[in-house]
C-alpha cells in the first residue's frame, strides 16, 4: 500500500491485545477479534494502541502483536501500527520495526517522561517523518503523556506533509473542532476522534472517522453509526450512539478502588469480548488486575440488555 | 416567574459587563446589549457568568447589573444570575441578593479556594437550593474551580430536584455526553454547553441549549444554528457552526504574552462588540489589560469577513 | 504600629477561627486561643488565613474574628490579616476594612478563579499596595489559587517596597530556597514557611520565621523550636521539630473518605484544641464535616503521647 | 557487592551522558567526568538517572553508558543505574540487563504512560524486586511520571524488604519530612534528596545524603556540604549551599521559549563540564537543543564568579 494513495476514514478500532493466563499473547485470540472486526466492515485497524496495552508489552510481545496482525489482516483494510517510546529517537527505532513488519501507517504520541515542549514535540514529529517511509498519525492524548498537541501546530505538521493525520483523544472539544475547522481544506489529512460516546457529534462537526475502544466490542454497531452519519441520517446515528453509550456503562462495572481507571476500561472490553466468546480471556498485563467474577458478571447484563449475548 | 412551571432550553449568552474608561459597570451599553440579545431571539439571558467578569466586580458593581439587567429585561425572557463565592454561605448571601432583585434561576459553581471533595460538593448544592427558591442551576467549569463535577452526582441532585440542570464549561465530551444520556428521562433538567464552537455537536447529541459567550457579538447567528437543529436540519446547523467557528478566532488576536488566557477571549468579545457599536469601550476589570489598537485591528477584519460591519 | 519600623520574624502561627455549633464565631473560645498563643511567646498572629476558614466564612463573620483577634490582642504582638478574595478591587476592598479595624499587615494570594498570568498578578499587588497603606504579604498557595508566585516576581515586588515579605505554602521547596537565596540582601523583606514539619530545615536556610496550622495546638514548641535556631543549637531544632512532626499526624486521623482534604487538617487542630479545654468545639464551616467521635479518640492517643493533655 | 552489606549514603551524582556531536555516547568524555566525581570523593554514582537522559538513549545506548560506567569505576564506589521504562514487565527486562552488567543498585519510577493508582505502583515495586536480585531504589519523580509516591506506601515497601530506599526528586518537602521521620526506625533504608538547592536542610532534617545533578558540575562542593553536614558543623553546611545555590542559577542561563525546561537544566550542566574542559561538548539527545554560544558566555560568568574555570 503506498504512501500517496491511501487515504484514512471511517472506524479503525484500537485492537485490545488477548493475553494467555500467563500473560504471554494469545494470538489465535488476537485473530478472531480481527477476524470479527473485519467481518463487521470496519475501515481499517489499529493495533498497540493504549487499548493494546502498547506500554505494557515486551518488545517481543509488541512484534508478536504486530506480525499476527497484518499476517492475519492480509491487506483487507490498512493496519496502523502504534510506535510508542518517550522520545525521537526510540520512537523511530520502533517504527522501523513496524514498517518492516509491513504496518501501512504508524502512529506516535508527544515526548513522555521528557520534560518537554512545543518546539521540542514539533521536531519529534518532523524527525519521525524524515527517517521512517510511512503515513505518520499524531496521537494527542494528554492523559497519558501530559501535553497537549495545539490545533495548529497539527495543522502546520499536516500541511508540511509530516502528518497524515490526528487521532485524538484529547478529550477537549473545542480544541478537536478548531483542529477540524482549520484543516478543513487540507488534503490526505484525516482527523479522527478516540471517544467512543461522541462519535455521532464529531462527525457531523467533520471528523474523518473514529478509533473507539468500545468497538472491539461492537464493531457492528460503530459501523451502522459510520453508515447513518455517512448517509447524511444523524437521527439514525445519534440513535445508534444512544445504544454504545449505554453499552460503554460496562466501564463502570470494575470496582473503583480496586482496579485502577486504565484497567477498568481495558478490562472491561476483554472482560465483554471473552463473554461474547471472541478471545478466551480477559487476562491483563501486570500490573493491572483483571475483572473478577462479580465485575464480570455486572457485565453479563450489560451486554444482554444490548442483545450482545 | 414560577419555579415549577420554568422550564429552561435554547440559546441563554453569558452576558459581558460593558464598563466605563474609569472601570465602572456601563449600564446604558449594557442595556444597548441586553436588547440586542432579545431582538435576536435568544431564549433566555446569564449575566454575572465567567464572561460576566463576576469574580472581578464589587459586590456594588455586581448588584447594579443584576437590578440593571432584570429592570431591562422585563420578564421577556428568563434572566439568569451568577452567584459566584467560595463556599456554600457566602454563596448564600449573594444568591439570596439575587432573588431579592428578581433573578429566575441562579447558577453556583462548586467551592473553590477551599480544598474539597465530591460528597462537600453536593452537600454545597443541596444547602444553597434548602436556602434560595429559585431554580438552582450547576455551573461544571473545572478550569476555574479546578474540580468536575461528575454526570453520576449531577443526575442525583436533578433527580432529588436540588438542581433544575446544568451549565457545562468542562470542556470534557465524553462526561457531556454522559450526563446527556443519563439525564435523558429526568423532567425538568437542562444541560446546557458552555462552549461556543461545538453546539452543533452537543444539540445533536441532546443538549437542552448553549450559554456561548461568542453569542454577545452574535447572537443572530446562535439562533439560527439553534433553529435548525429544532428543525432537524442539521446540515443547516452544522454550517452555521462553521460560520461561528470562523468568527471565533478573534479570541486568537490579542498578542499571545502580552494579555492572559482570561482577558484574551473576553477582551475580543468586548472588543468586537464596541466595534459593532453596541458597547461604547471595551475596558476590562483590574488587572486584566484591555485589547490594544493593534489587537482591535485584527478583530475588525474577521468581523468584515463575517459581515458583521 | 508604623509601616516603616515593623519587622516581622518568628513565629506567626495562623489561627483557627472556633465556632459554635451553630455555625457562629465562638469568640470566647478565640480570645482563649489567642490567650494561649501570646503567653507562649509568639511573635505575631495571623487572623483569616486558609487555616483560620476565610474561604468559608461571611462578611460578617470575617469583621467578628479581626475584631475579636485585634481588640484582644492589644498590641501584644502585631495581628496580620487575610484579605482573601478573588481579584483586585474585591482584595482591595476587604483590605480597606481590615486596615480601618486596626490590622498590622495583610496577607493577600494571586488572583484565582480568574484565569490569570504572572503579569496580572503582579500589578494585583502592586495595586493593592497602591490603595492600601500597611505591610502587606504575598501568600503563595498553589493548591488553593492554581497559580505559583515565582522567586523572581517576588524579589522585584520586594525590591519595590510593594510587598514586606511573603507565606510561602507552596510545597516546593526549591522555589522557597532560591527566593532567600535571591532577597537575602532585602531590607524589610520577610519569608515565612506555611509548612509546620520543615521549620528546622527552612530557619537553617535562612527563612524570617514560620507560620506553621500546628502552632494553634502547640505553640510552646514551635516558640522552642524557633528560640534553638536563633541560638544555632540545630541539633535541638531538629528534635523539636521531629517531635512537632509526630505531633502532626493528628492530621491523619480522620477517615480518608468521610472528611474532605480540607477539613481533616483543620479539624484535626480544632479537635485537639477542644481537647486541651481551650476551644469549646470542633465545629467546621459549611459545608465540610466535623471530626467525630472516633476519630477524636485517635487524636487524644496522639496528644497524650506527647503531653499535651 | 553483595545486597546484605551494601548501605548507600552521602554524595552519588546523577552523572550526565556526553554526547557527540553526531548524538552517540562520547565514552572518553564520560570517564573524565567520572573519574573528576571519584577523585572529588563521592559516595556513590548513579547512571541513566533523568540527568543521565535515559528518556532520550536507544538501548544500545544505555547499554554502552552502562558498561563504561561500571568498566571504569572498577568498584571504587557503588553503580546505580536507572532502569526506566513504562511498565513493570519492561523495567524487569532493563533491570536484567543492568544486572549482569554488573550493578550495584537499580532505581526505578512509578509506571508512567499507564494510567496507574498506588495499589498497582506498590505491585510494581514489589514486582521488580522478585524479579531482580539486587538493592532497587525508588524513584519518586511526579514532573516525569505524573504520580506521587506516598510516604505511607514506600515505608511499606522499605519494611517489606522490597525497597532499599529512595530517591526523592518530588520537590514536596512535607511529603520528604514525613518519610524521613516515618522510616526513622528502619535498617538498611536510605532517603536521598535529588534536589540540588536544598541539601542542607534535607541532610538536617535526616537525609541519608543527595543526588544532586549540579554535583556533576562542582563535586567538591557538595562532598564539602556533606561532610560539614556530617561534622554537625551547620553554619558551614549553610555557606556552601548558598554557594553551590548561587551556582546553580546556570539553569537559567538558556533562553526561555527557545529551550525547552527538560534541556535547560541538562545542557546548562553539559555546557558548564564543556567549559570546565571536563567532558568535549554539550550535544543534548534529540529532540532537545543545545546551548548555543551567547548562553555559553552566561554561564562562563558564573562559572568564574564560582571560581569553576
Known amino acids: 500500500m503506498s504512501t500517496e494513495t ?16 500467563e500473560g504471554e499473547v494469545d494470538t489465535t485470540s488476537l485473530e478472531r477479534l480481527l477476524s470479527l472486526q473485519i467481518e463487521a466492515g470496519v475501515d481499517g485497524l489499529f493495533v498497540l494502541g493504549s487499548s493494546g496495552e502498547v506500554g505494557y508489552l515486551t518488545d517481543a510481545q509488541r512484534a ?3 506480525q499476527t496482525a497484518i499476517g492475519h489482516v492480509g491487506g483487507q483494510v490498512p493496519v496502523l501500527v502504534g510506535v510508542n ?20 501507517a504508524i ?8 520534560i518537554t515542549d512545543a518546539a521540542e514535540t514539533a521536531t519529534h514529529f518532523r524527525s519521525i517523518h524524515a527517517a521512517v517511509d510511512l503515513p505518520l498519525f499524531a496521537y494527542d ?7 497537549k498537541l495545539s490545533p495548529a ?3 502546520e505538521l499536516g500541511r508540511e506533509g509530516v502528518i497524515a493525520g490526528v487521532k485524538d483523544s484529547s478529550g477537549d472539544d473545542v480544541s478537536f473542532r478548531m483542529l477540524l475547522r482549520q484543516s478543513a481544506g487540507l488534503e490526505n489529512f484525516a482527523v479522527f476522534t478516540g471517544h467512543e460516546v461522541v462519535v455521532d457529534g464529531c462527525l457531523l462537526m467533520g471528523a474523518s472517522g473514529a478509533v473507539p475502544g468500545l468497538a472491539n466490542v461492537d464493531p457492528h454497531g460503530y459501523v451502522r453509526l459510520w453508515r447513518a452519519a455517512q448517509a447524511g441520517n444523524w437521527a439514525a446515528a445519534k440513535a445508534e450512539q444512544d445504544r454504545l453509550t449505554d453499552l460503554f456503562s460496562i466501564v463502570e462495572a470494575p470496582t473503583p478502588g480496586r482496579v485502577s481507571a486504565g484497567a477498568a ?3 472491561a472490553f476483554k472482560t465483554a469480548l471473552a463473554l461474547r466468546g471472541v478471545i478466551t ?15 464480570t458478571a455486572t457485565i453479563k447484563v450489560v451486554l444482554e440488555q444490548a442483545g450482545l449475548l
Request: charged letters at 15%; aromatic letters at 4%.
Open 281 to 295: 480471556g480477559n487476562t491483563m498485563c501486570a500490573p493491572m488486575l483483571s475483572l473478577d467474577e462479580s465485575e
Open 141 to 147: 492524548v494528554p492523559v497519558r503523556v501530559h501535553s
Open 64 to 66: 508478536q502483536v504486530v
Open 6 to 21: 491511501t487515504t484514512f476514514s471511517g472506524i479503525v478500532p484500537p485492537i485490545v491485545t488477548p493475553l494467555t493466563l
Open 153 to 155: 501546530m497539527l495543522v
Open 85 to 104: 517510546d518517550m522520545t525521537t529517537n526510540r520512537v523511530i527505532a520502533v517504527a522501523e520495526q513496524a514498517r518492516e513488519a509491513g504496518a501501512d
Open 265 to 267: 476500561g481495558l478490562g
Open 107 to 114: 502512529v506516535a504520541t508527544a515526548p513522555f517522561y521528557a
